[in-house]
């Protein structure tokens, strides 16, 4: 797979499948924020490259370059 890249060269990090200005290094909560979620409400899971990260590593779980993120909600209703 070939990195994405922004105009100077910079690594892009993926974030539910949209381009982001998160930056490797950044944490799960940055990319929460980011979003404008609450990383303490409930019914919010993460994945990082195809794999869940646990809620208990979201402040120190770092972002690697080219990572894709996936930040999914539960919603009620049906």
């Known amino acids: ?9 910079a690594r892009v990090i993926m ?3 949209q381009t982001s200005d998160l930056s490797a ?4 909560r ?3 924020a980011q979003l404008g979620l609450d990383a303490e409400a ?8 195809g ?6 590593k979201w402040d120190t779980y770092t ?7 996936e930040v999914l909600t539960a919603m009620q209703g049906g």
């Open 42 to 49: 409930r019914g919010v899971a993460v994945a990082v490259d």
């Open 63 to 69: 972002l690697p370059e080219d990572a894709r993120i």
């Open 1 to 9: 797979m070939r990195a994405r890249t922004l105009l100077g060269g």
């Open 15 to 17: 974030l539910n499948g």
């Open 51 to 56: 794999e869940v990260v646990s809620r208990s």
């Open 25 to 28: 290094g950044a944490t799960i």
């Open 30 to 32: 940055a990319a929460l």
